[in-house]
C-alpha cells in the first residue's frame, strides 16, 4: 500500500481547485461514504454516535437529487447503521458489504458456508467467555463482529490484541485492526471494494464507469479495499488526523466535519 504525503482537503477552495474537473462532465455522481469515523466522529461506544446535524442536512440534500446517488458501506450490521442515519432513498451495505439493503427494502446477503456460519458462534462464545471482560465487550452482528477494547486498561491491551487475535484466526476468521478494536470476517473473498462494485454494478450496469462519477469516502483500514477496487475509476478520501498514512486514496480529509463540507460543496457544485 503507498505511503501518503497526502494533500488535505480543508475548505471551498480546496474542493474547487482539485474537484472541480472531476465534476465538470455530465455524469451522474455516485458518493459512497462509511459510517463510523467518516459520517459520525466516533464515539466511546457505537450506540453514541451521532451525524452532526449539518452533515446530516447537507447528506439529506444530496439524496433528493436525481442525479446523485447514495450508499453507505459500514462494518456495523444493515439494519444497525440504517436506523443509525435513518434517511430514505439510501442504499445501505453493513458487515462491510456481506449484507446489503435496497431502497425499495429488497436484501442481498453474501453467502457464507455452513462451516465457518458454525464456527461464528463458537468464535462469538469463546470470546465472550475468556475476554469479555475489564472493558471490552463484542459487538456480536450476525457475520462478522467487533471486539472492543477501548475502555480496557492500556498496559494489558497489547497481550488482550494477541490473544484476541490468535483465537478469531483459530476459528478459520480473518481479524483486522480498527480504531480501539478488532474486527472479525469471515473466510470469503468479499470486502467493502467488491461491495462498492457490486453496488455500482447493481445500480448502473457493468459500464457505471461509463456513466456515473464516484467518490469514496472512509477512514480505516477496511475501506483501504474500497479505495483500491475505485483507484483510477472515481476519487476517494481518507478521514485521518496525519497526512503520513498508508493508503490508496487520493485525498485527505482532516474529520468527518470536512466530509460535511465536502457534501455540502457537492450540493452547490454538481
Not at 226 to 236: H, P, T
Request: with cysteine; proline share 4%.
Amino acid at each position: 500500500m503507498p505511503v501518503g504525503n497526502l494533500t488535505t482537503l480543508r475548505n471551498s477552495e480546496d474542493f474547487n481547485r482539485s474537484l472541480t474537473s472531476f465534476l465538470t462532465c455530465s455524469k451522474s455522481l455516485a458518493v459512497l461514504l462509511d459510517y463510523d469515523g467518516t459520517l459520525a466522529p466516533i464515539a466511546s461506544h457505537p450506540n453514541d454516535t451521532r451525524i452532526p446535524s449539518e452533515t446530516e442536512t447537507h447528506l439529506k440534500g444530496l439524496v433528493k437529487r436525481d442525479d446523485v446517488f447514495i450508499a453507505v458501506i459500514s462494518g456495523r450490521g444493515v439494519d444497525d447503521v440504517r436506523n443509525k442515519i435513518n434517511i430514505d432513498n439510501v442504499t445501505y451495505a453493513g458487515n462491510h458489504g456481506l449484507e446489503i439493503l435496497y431502497p425499495d427494502g429488497s436484501r442481498y446477503n453474501y453467502p457464507i458456508p455452513e462451516a465457518s456460519q458454525a464456527n461464528y458462534t463458537k468464535m462469538v462464545n469463546a470470546l465472550n467467555t475468556y475476554y469479555a471482560k475489564d472493558g471490552a465487550w463484542v459487538e456480536n452482528k450476525g457475520a462478522s463482529l467487533t471486539f472492543h477494547y477501548r475502555s480496557v486498561p492500556e498496559n494489558q491491551q497489547d497481550r488482550l490484541k494477541h490473544d484476541v487475535i490468535k483465537l478469531i484466526e483459530d476459528f478459520g476468521f480473518r481479524a483486522n485492526q480498527a480504531h480501539m478494536a478488532i474486527e472479525a470476517k469471515p473466510p470469503v473473498e468479499w470486502n467493502k471494494g467488491k461491495a462498492a462494485l457490486f453496488i455500482l454494478q447493481n445500480k448502473f450496469g457493468e459500464d457505471w464507469n461509463e456513466k456515473v462519477k464516484v467518490l469514496f469516502a472512509g477512514d480505516d483500514t477496511t475501506d483501504e479495499d474500497a479505495m483500491k477496487a475505485l483507484k483510477g475509476q472515481g476519487i476517494s478520501f481518507r478521514i485521518a488526523h496525519n497526512d503520513q498514512i498508508q493508503t490508496f486514496a487520493d485525498y485527505r480529509l482532516e474529520s468527518p466535519f470536512a466530509v460535511g463540507d465536502l457534501l455540502k460543496w457537492l450540493i452547490t457544485k454538481h
